[in-house]
Structure formats: structure tokens, C-alpha cells
């Protein structure tokens, strides 16, 4: 698997790699990760990637040139990639399309700046875009990576234990259960009683319980969905 960040900011991005899960992932190969910059792209005598708006508006928008060469060399080079825009103008990111996409051979990400990419660079190469949430950020580099971090634990072998996967909030609508470590008293605060008794069965409906409770409080809507069945 591939990542490649399409981004006029590489430097924003890089560090998340240098430490814990994804540094040992790319050490075992399991993926790997590039860095494309529009701006070696770009014909412009000064390098310039962005304008202002034809039409009007606030702001300077990325220019189709430098990403438009800088795509069709990506695509050049691989014919399979898969092209995703990171856009507040877009669906939401939701647990379903990381385990969706974590079946790519590669992805590449672009992320936008200042107001925004010309919409024909979107038009002509999105295999898919994405938000991930209602608010606007400075550029699409942090939604990147919280994409890409979100997709990578669920390529087989990141992960050392797999079975963290399978009990995590979102796998089914209801969010998880509190979860508690040793020591099972500290400062006169006490893990759940039931979960100290070794009974499983008793464990297992103490967590529904309390996920239901958590899921009631902080995402109805979730409860709604457990409620219909949905998974
Ligand atoms: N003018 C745009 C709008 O109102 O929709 C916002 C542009 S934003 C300042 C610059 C870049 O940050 C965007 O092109 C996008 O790549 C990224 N970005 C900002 N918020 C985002 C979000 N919620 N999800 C994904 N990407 C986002």
C-alpha cells in the first residue's frame, strides 16, 4: 500500500511518521509514503500555484496548472491510484470508508490551501472526496492524515493486535465502553466492582449497558440506528 500526499506543505505532514504505529508499519513495509508538491509543477516563472478568483470572491484559489501535471505524473506512474480531495465541500469521513479504502493498492491525497482548489482540478480527477468534519481548516494536510491514520490500523498487520479493530466504537453504532487500567484503586477511585468479579457474562452486559448509556448521552443518533438494528 501507498500513500502519497499531494500538498504544498510536505514538511506539515512528515513528522507524524517519525514515531509509534505507522513509523513501525513503514519499517515492516507494510506501507509506504510520498509526498507530491504542486509547486515543482508549476510553469509559472515564479513558481506561483494560486490566483485570485475568476469571478469575484475572497481569497486566492489554487491554480489547475501545477496540479493538474502534478496528477497526470501520479497517475503516469501508477494507473490504479486513487484520487481523493480533502474538502469541507463533501460527505463526512465515517469508520466505513477507512476499512473501505484500506483495500487500495494506493491513495493519494490532496490537500487544498488558502480558499480552495478550481473546482475542474476536483471535477476532472476525484476518485472520492472528503470532509471530516463542519469547520474550516487553514489547508487539507491534517485531514490527510487523519484519513490516512484512520485507513492504515485497518491494513492487516499495523496493528499488533488485531481484535482492537473489532471492538472499537463505530464497528457497530454504539460507542465503547469505558475502559479502566490497573491499579483497580487509585486515589479512593475504584474500577467497576463487576468487572473485578470474573464473571464474562456479567462483564458483557455491564458494558452494553454503559455503552448504551455513553451512546444515549453523546450521539443519539447512533442510539437511534443501534435501536433499528442498523449496523
Ligand atoms: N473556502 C473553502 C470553503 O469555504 O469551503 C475553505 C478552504 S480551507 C481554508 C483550505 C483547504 O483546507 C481546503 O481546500 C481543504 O483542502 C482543507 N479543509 C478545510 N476544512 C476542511 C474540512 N473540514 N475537511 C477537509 N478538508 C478541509
Given at each position: 500500500m501507498t500513500f502519497t500526499f499531494v500538498t504544498l506543505f510536505s514538511n506539515l505532514v512528515?513528522?507524524?511518521?517519525?514515531?509509534?504505529i505507522l513509523k513501525r508499519a513503514i519499517e515492516k513495509n507494510i506501507f509506504s509514503v510520498k509526498y507530491l508538491n504542486p509547486r515543482d509543477f508549476s510553469l509559472n516563472k515564479h513558481s506561483k500555484v494560486d490566483d485570485t478568483a475568476v469571478g469575484g470572491g475572497a481569497g486566492m484559489v489554487m491554480n489547475p496548472q501545477p496540479l493538474f501535471d502534478a496528477l497526470d505524473s501520479l497517475k503516469k506512474e501508477d494507473e490504479n491510484v486513487y484520487i481523493v480531495f480533502l474538502t469541507p465541500v463533501a460527505k463526512p469521513f465515517v469508520q466505513n470508508d477507512a476499512k473501505r479504502l484500506s483495500n487500495k493498492s494506493h491513495i493519494a491525497f490532496v490537500s487544498g490551501r488558502?480558499?480552495?482548489?478550481?473546482?475542474r482540478v476536483i471535477e476532472k480527477y476525484a476518485d472520492e472526496v472528503f470532509s471530516i468534519g463542519d469547520y474550516i481548516l487553514t489547508g487539507g494536510e491534517l485531514a490527510s492524515l487523519v484519513i490516512c491514520d484512520a485507513i492504515s490500523r485497518?491494513?492487516?498487520?499495523?496493528?499488533?493486535?488485531?481484535d482492537s479493530l473489532t471492538v472499537e466504537s463505530f464497528e457497530t453504532p454504539l460507542l465503547e465502553a469505558p475502559s479502566f487500567s490497573k491499579p483497580k484503586l487509585y486515589e479512593g477511585l475504584s474500577v467497576p466492582s463487576e468487572y473485578l468479579k470474573g464473571n464474562h457474562s456479567k462483564i458483557r452486559s455491564l458494558k452494553l449497558a454503559m455503552s448504551e448509556c455513553k451512546t444515549k448521552f453523546f450521539r443519539p443518533d447512533q442510539l437511534k440506528k443501534h435501536c433499528q438494528g442498523v449496523k
Amino acid at each position: 500500500m501507498t500513500f502519497t500526499f499531494v500538498t504544498l506543505f510536505s514538511n506539515l505532514v512528515e513528522g507524524y511518521f517519525n514515531d509509534s504505529i505507522l513509523k513501525r508499519a513503514i519499517e515492516k513495509n507494510i506501507f509506504s509514503v510520498k509526498y507530491l508538491n504542486p509547486r515543482d509543477f508549476s510553469l509559472n516563472k515564479h513558481s506561483k500555484v494560486d490566483d485570485t478568483a475568476v469571478g469575484g470572491g475572497a481569497g486566492m484559489v489554487m491554480n489547475p496548472q501545477p496540479l493538474f501535471d502534478a496528477l497526470d505524473s501520479l497517475k503516469k506512474e501508477d494507473e490504479n491510484v486513487y484520487i481523493v480531495f480533502l474538502t469541507p465541500v463533501a460527505k463526512p469521513f465515517v469508520q466505513n470508508d477507512a476499512k473501505r479504502l484500506s483495500n487500495k493498492s494506493h491513495i493519494a491525497f490532496v490537500s487544498g490551501r488558502y480558499e480552495g482548489i478550481d473546482e475542474r482540478v476536483i471535477e476532472k480527477y476525484a476518485d472520492e472526496v472528503f470532509s471530516i468534519g463542519d469547520y474550516i481548516l487553514t489547508g487539507g494536510e491534517l485531514a490527510s492524515l487523519v484519513i490516512c491514520d484512520a485507513i492504515s490500523r485497518n491494513i492487516e498487520g499495523v496493528l499488533g493486535n488485531s481484535d482492537s479493530l473489532t471492538v472499537e466504537s463505530f464497528e457497530t453504532p454504539l460507542l465503547e465502553a469505558p475502559s479502566f487500567s490497573k491499579p483497580k484503586l487509585y486515589e479512593g477511585l475504584s474500577v467497576p466492582s463487576e468487572y473485578l468479579k470474573g464473571n464474562h457474562s456479567k462483564i458483557r452486559s455491564l458494558k452494553l449497558a454503559m455503552s448504551e448509556c455513553k451512546t444515549k448521552f453523546f450521539r443519539p443518533d447512533q442510539l437511534k440506528k443501534h435501536c433499528q438494528g442498523v449496523k
